[in-house]
């Protein structure tokens, strides 16, 4: 559940280009090759409605020219920025960098979107060769001396500058941004700092493209369809399917990113499960061309020699500098406060497995790929709630016509329509045109729902367009995720954990599309990592709220409600095997605190054996309960900017559940709350201090006590 959460206004994008610096010195306007021009369709922006991009004309041979041209042309206008005669003004230093990239920005949009939800060898190519060249762009503008004179000057004496609250925030916004990136550096150590960019940018790209191919190759494949015994018929069908589709013979199930699948819940037969686990926790560690583990330890050498060139003890001490938490230790502090809680929860779910499981004489020890078949088991047992009564009533479409449509349409009263007419990148991509309350347009949303070979793990959203007043642009928004496909004729039925991730995916497609701001580099989702999960993770509350879950939990044969007795069951069970859930999600935020506050002088770390100790050290090594991202596989942490962020699921799961509860107490699903939320919260941006703006429409500090509560371990053992 990802976002990219770019700077449009130069295109922090593209996972490792996100967090990637490098060599200004290696992008010119010679690299810009002579193929590109008006016959290129991205030559200029799109014709289409909101600029959206012509993927029935874009081929993957346009994207090279296109993204090298888009780099040395934002090259001359910033060098044209920093060499102006002219005394610095907001207008012609901090408003002409908004303006500049517009070309790179374009282009880099749209092969962000393809090289992860449909990539083939020709997108990776392009990726591997321009990661490096990307890298320097950055370093381009934010090592750039002299312009970086301009926007300190402008810094220093900013109180005098009469700007109004939004252009004086982006002026200190932008002198962090400078001085973050090193720009403050000697001129020396700022060639340290390119080096180690332009390596780390390379071995980012090199983890993406070498997980992607462990996770197709890892996927499980039996020739014996009583392998799969628990599955249920339409399941087996797809895995067939799945199979004719790689050209092998018998059943697959491909891999979803997660350490725990979701067959496991369902898989009776005990040696599957253990392969099917095994194939997974495995995947990137098989000492073949795709074992990520050199990898990630360098990755993690390279970024604590970057915070020690930068002035700090370790990577997560300089990430969080502008982050809500400000320093690693007040993340962790609020991290192992949970611990308690959660472990104690754990070893109760585990107990109770273990009795079901020695009541079965079973005579085997709970294993992490039983946690998941017998805790439905004990579910069953304590609420008499069984899955396959459920997914009937989440059909995809219904779900997200009737559920996550209908919420948006009560708290902000937007309207939806789709269009056939707009090019699609696969044939299950759809696309909707969104209304605002005044019936004017206000965005254009992509949904590109089912599981692909060439399609990275997880969920996520972006843009193909970033919404900017400054440049008169709506946004294009995208939201990619991982559901089984069903095989043709048959309803896309779902799990409620993907219901959620629907409006999990949406929150921050809301978000994205909010944003109502002048400049891009403030706009929307352009927050800190442990904000930018807070309106996602706040929309998924509206899934299992009353009126919205009646209004779209409808049996897909019938159309009937679902009963009464099992919307009871249901909602009796919310906090069934929450231990488990967040002992998994604390585990992994953990483990990427611990891998990023290695100091520079630490040797090459062995990632099994780190792993192991940093569990140990924080009270999560427990075999039964994986951490959610082995290291090997934490796609978000090696690839997609979320170093030392891990915990902002967390950090924002506090902000959330308090959000949700002051919506409970004061109405819930009102357009007086939904208009209030959006103009204080969703509508600004980057624009002002979060702590503030989140406080000032809350009316207070957030606790960890609603976050507990909604887990159902408010007084399981927390601090």
Not at 57 to 68: F, R, V
Not at 639 to 659: K, T, V
Request: glycine share 6%.
């Amino acid at each position: 559940m990802k976002i990219t959460n770019l700077h449009l206004r130069i295109a922090l994008v593209a996972g490792a280009m996100a967090v990637a610096l490098g060599a200004a010195s290696r992008v010119h306007a010679q690299d810009a090759q002579p193929a590109f021009g008006p016959a290129n369709p991205v030559y200029a922006p799109s014709t289409l409605p909101f600029h959206a991009p012509a993927f029935d004309k874009i081929k993957d041979a346009d994207y090279q020219p296109a993204l090298e041209a888009g780099m040395a042309q934002q090259i001359k206008e910033v060098q044209a920025i920093a060499d102006n005669p002219a005394a610095p003004t907001f207008e012609n230093t901090i408003v002409a960098l908004e303006r500049s990239g517009q070309l790179y920005n374009r282009v880099q949009l749209v092969f962000n979107g393809v090289i992860g939800a449909n990539t083939d060898p020709a997108l990776q190519k392009v990726q591997e060769i321009d990661a490096p060249k990307q890298a320097a762009l950055q370093d381009a503008i934010f090592l750039n001396e002299k312009l970086f004179e301009r926007v300190r000057t402008l810094y220093e004496k900013r109180a005098s500058l009469k700007l109004g609250p939004e252009s004086l925030r982006l002026v200190e916004f932008d002198y962090m941004e400078f001085v973050k990136a090193g720009a403050n550096l000697s001129g020396d150590d700022k060639a340290k700092l390119e080096k180690l960019n332009e390596e780390e940018s390379t071995l980012s790209n090199a983890f993406m493209t070498k997980l992607l191919a462990a996770t197709g190759a890892a996927a499980f494949v039996t020739s014996d369809q009583g392998a799969l015994a628990g599955l249920s018929d339409a399941q087996i069908a797809a895995a067939a399917q799945a199979a004719t589709d790689r050209k092998q013979t018998g059943w697959l199930i491909p891999l979803q990113n997660t350490t725990q699948q979701p067959d496991l819940t369902l898989l009776s037969d005990r040696d599957t499960r253990q392969k099917l686990y095994e194939d997974s926790w495995n995947r990137t560690e098989q000492s073949d061309a795709n074992d990520t583990r050199s990898t990630i330890a360098r990755l993690a050498q390279i970024r604590a020699s970057k915070a020690q060139l930068l002035g700090y003890p370790n990577y997560s001490a300089w990430n969080l500098q502008d982050q809500m938490a400000k320093t690693p230790e007040a993340a962790l502090k609020f991290m192992d406060a949970l611990v308690p809680a959660s472990t104690a929860s754990v070893a109760s779910e585990a107990k109770d497995i273990q009795a079901l499981i020695d009541g079965q004489n079973a005579g085997f020890e709970l294993q992490p790929w039983d946690w998941n078949f017998y805790s439905e088991q004990v579910r069953k047992a304590k609420y008499d709630l069984d899955d396959a009564q459920v997914k009937p009533y989440f059909e995809l479409n219904n779900v997200l016509q009737k559920g996550v449509f209908f919420a948006a349409n009560r708290l902000y009263g937007l309207t939806f329509r789709e269009r056939h007419d707009i090019p699609v990148y696969d044939p299950d991509v759809r696309v909707f045109e969104i209304f605002d309350a005044n019936g004017k347009p206000l965005a254009l949303w992509y949904c590109d729902y089912f599981k692909r070979d060439n399609k990275n793990g997880g969920a996520w959203m972006d843009f193909f367009v970033g919404p900017s007043r400054l440049l008169g642009q709506l946004p294009v928004i995208y939201n990619v995720a991982n559901f089984s496909k069903p095989v043709a004729g048959q309803p896309a039925l779902i799990s409620f954990d993907d219901v959620t991730t629907m409006f999990h995916e949406f929150g921050h497609a809301l978000h994205g599309m909010f944003g109502d701001t002048e400049y891009p580099a403030l706009s929307g989702t352009n927050v800190p990592r442990d904000f930018v999960e807070f309106p996602s993770q706040f929309n998924e509350h509206w899934a299992s709220n009353p009126e919205v879950f009646s209004h779209y939990a409808r049996n897909y044969q019938t159309g009937a409600p679902m009963p009464t007795e099992l919307v009871a069951k249901i909602k009796k069970a919310k906090t069934f095997n929450q231990g488990y859930a967040l002992t998994e999600l604390l585990a992994a935020a953990e483990l990427d605190m611990q891998w990023h506050m290695l100091p520079a002088s630490a040797p090459l770390e062995d990632p099994d054996e780190f792993e192991k100790q940093a569990l140990e050290d924080t009270h999560l090594f427990i075999p039964t309960v994986p951490p959610r991202y082995r290291s090997s596989y934490f796609l978000h942490i090696w690839a997609e900017g979320y170093q030392a962020g891990y915990y902002a699921y967390l950090w924002s799961e506090m902000l959330d559940d308090n959000a949700y509860q002051w919506f409970e107490d004061h109405g819930g699903l009102t357009r007086a709350n939904g208009e209030r939320f959006r103009r204080m919260v969703l509508s600004r941006g980057n624009t002002g201090d979060l702590d503030e703006i989140y406080q000032k429409w809350l009316g207070a500090q957030p606790s960890t006590q609603p976050m507990l509560k909604d887990r159902g371990l408010a007084d399981a053992g927390a601090k």
